[in-house]
């Protein structure tokens, strides 16, 4: 079975600074993607970055990155120059990349950027 | 252009009524979702269909039933509400088929509330 842990339930850090958001997952299954996801306070969901298992590179879009590391099953978010715009609550997810593919969510890390 | 697109956004009705959600993707995706956000904001998936075929149906009451007319829509179907039916229900969607790493797209949320 998958399962995603996110262990900080809330964080703050000030405008400009970088911020690390821990995520940490199991599963047994050789390959599959994690995912992280923002969702502001209007409720949409919206897709941030992603990062396979076979991938050798840590993935990058913009402010974000993904550290992975594979030995420790931790795909921490970083994000960098924090923005007020980036208050919202954050979510990792998994999803094997055989077989059935379902993302499964951990519990979620919100976020308040403060001036 | 939205990619993935849910109506109604906001719902509000009696126990005991029936009610459907809509959900229709515009990517060309051979895979579309049903997930619940509850009230402490943890998501979780209730179906899958795959072309139009339902491959992931997790513990969900027989009151709801999916529909797929085609691999463009997916619809929600709820029976008998009940209180605790009161939740934001996502569709999203991806492409299992030819590519194993595909990012899961969501639309923007319906928000159930069951009085």
């Known amino acids: 079975a998958q399962k995603i842990t996110q262990t900080q339930p809330g964080m703050f850090v000030q405008e400009k600074e970088a911020v690390t958001l821990d995520c940490t997952y199991d599963t047994s299954d050789p390959s599959y993607g994690l995912f992280w996801y923002k969702q502001p306070s209007s409720g949409e969901m919206i897709f941030l970055i992603y990062?396979?298992?076979?991938?050798?590179q840590n993935a990058t879009e913009g402010r974000y990155s993904l550290n992975f590391q594979k030995a420790r099953k931790s795909a921490n978010l970083v994000i960098s120059a924090s923005q007020l715009g980036d208050s919202a609550m954050y979510f990792c997810?998994?999803?094997?990349?055989?077989?059935?593919?379902?993302?499964?969510f951990g519990t979620g890390t919100r976020l308040l950027v403060s001036p | 252009d939205t990619a993935v697109s849910q109506t109604p956004k906001y719902l509000v009705t009696q126990m005991g009524n029936d009610k459907s959600i809509k959900c229709e993707q515009n990517?060309?995706?051979?895979?579309m979702y049903w997930y619940k956000q509850d009230s402490k904001k943890f998501l979780k998936i209730m179906f899958s269909?795959?072309?139009?075929?339902?491959?992931i149906n997790e513990t969900v009451p027989n009151r709801f039933s999916p529909k797929s007319p085609d691999k463009a829509h997916l619809n929600l179907h709820i029976n008998s509400l009940e209180l605790g039916d009161s939740a934001v229900y996502f569709c999203a969607s991806t492409q299992i088929s030819g590519n194993s790493g595909n990012t899961i797209y969501f639309g923007e949320g319906s928000w159930l509330t069951v009085v």
């Open positions: 990062q396979g298992s076979y991938d050798q």
């Open positions: 269909y795959n072309n139009k075929e339902l491959i």
């Open positions: 990517l060309g995706h051979d895979t």
């Open positions: 997810a998994m999803k094997r990349n055989t077989g059935f593919q379902k993302l499964v």
